[in-house]
T-cell receptor, first 116, second 113 residues
Framework: AQTVTQSQPEMSVQEAETVTLSCTYD???????LFWYKQPPSRQMILVIR??????QNATENRFSVNFQKAAKSFSLKISDSQLGDAAMYFC?????????????FGTGTSLTVIP | DSGVTQTPKHLITATGQRVTLRCSPR?????VYWYQQSLDQGLQFLIQ???????AKGNILERFSAQQFPDLHSELNLSSLELGDSALYFC????????????FGPGTRLTVT
């Protein structure tokens, strides 16, 4: 079964600085999706960014970008110009493309604190 | 607003009781996923339905069951509730188009006393 590992339970960053959250995954598949979700104190799960494994170009959404290293099975999230509203739990997720299930696998999360 | 709705938002019940959580997916989405998130924990995948059929099962207890109806809404039934079942229960839906991300509802917070 696929596993997703987030080795940093907690991270902090100064407001306006840049922070990188790490994620690694284990799979034998060649086609899949990777995601970062944000869960602020409201507990709502919000999609931050998506990466298709077949794309070599790293995804970018405004201040959020990823560093996708397929061979290393690494998928880190970079947050630039951090804002107070970025404080949240961040979950990395993997989605298999197998017909049966298309299941998502989530990491254990990284709690990000933004220091004013 | 993700377009996924869940009711009720909060539910308080006693041990041994049975509850039903309801989820309406985004318009047009055929897949519904259920997750459990205990306090300060990650997401535990429970079960997935696609167009009325069960597609994948995760760590779902035998006391729990789910179904997806012809109008695509889904219900998660939790019975013989225990204190440890207190958690936030999320429903997520996914469309069939490229992109394939899930969109989460706001969750139902279940408290078992």
């Amino acid at each position: 079964a696929q596993t997703v590992t987030q080795s940093q339970p907690e991270m902090s960053v100064q407001e306006a600085e840049t922070v990188t959250l790490s994620c690694t995954y284990d799979t034998s598949e060649s086609d899949y999706y990777l995601f970062w979700y944000k869960q602020p104190p409201s507990r709502q799960m919000i999609l931050v960014i998506r990466q298709e494994a077949y794309k070599q170009q790293n995804a970018t959404e405004n201040r959020f970008s990823v560093n996708f290293q397929k061979a290393a099975k690494s998928f880190s999230l970079k947050i630039s110009d951090s804002q107070l509203g970025d404080a949240a739990m961040y979950f990395c997720a993997y989605r298999t493309l197998r017909y049966t299930g298309n299941q998502f696998y989530f990491g254990t999360g990284t709690s990000l604190t933004v220091i004013p | 607003d993700s377009g996924v709705t869940q009711t009720p938002k909060h539910l308080i019940t006693a041990t041994g009781q049975r509850v039903t959580l309801r989820c309406s997916p985004r318009s047009g989405d055929l897949s519904v996923y259920w997750y459990q998130q205990s306090l300060d924990q990650g997401l535990q995948f429970l079960i997935q339905y696609y167009n009325g059929e069960e597609r994948a099962k995760g760590n779902i207890l035998e006391r729990f069951s789910a179904q997806q109806f012809p109008d695509l809404h889904s219900e998660l039934n939790l019975s013989s509730l225990e204190l440890g079942d207190s958690a936030l229960y999320f429903c997520a839906s996914r469309g069939g188009l490229a992109g394939g991300e899930q969109y989460f509802g706001p969750g139902t917070r279940l408290t078992v006393t």
